[in-house]
């Protein structure tokens, strides 16, 4: 019995011992994620054909017509302004 305690005492000693070892962390290096990048443009396709021409659309509602307008009551001047002068160098 004295032999079957120091044994399982020598076993929990040697298995703390080895627990207590500093094992080196593991450290993964994820892979350099991948970005798309756009070349430069394509050449231009063909022009597209010509489409149908559309309905014509509906006659719209005549207005209502306007008041008479009252007569004149003096005289209108209209003034011309003079012709402009050609420009001096």
């Known amino acids: 019995m004295k032999h079957s305690i120091s044994l399982a005492a020598a076993a929990l000693l040697a298995t703390l ?3 207590a070892c500093d094992r080196p962390a ?3 290096v994820p892979p350099a994620a991948t970005v798309a990048v756009p070349g430069p443009a394509g050449p231009a396709g063909e022009a ?3 489409g149908s021409a559309g309905s014509t659309g509906a006659q719209g509602s005549t207005g209502n017509t306007g ?3 009252k007569p004149g009551e003096g005289t209108t001047v209209i003034l011309v302004p003079p012709a402009a ?3 001096t160098n």
């Open 26 to 28: 593991t450290i993964v």
């Open 85 to 87: 002068s050609a420009p």
């Open 48 to 50: 597209g054909a010509q």
């Open 17 to 19: 011992a080895l627990a």
């Open 67 to 69: 008041a008479t307008g």
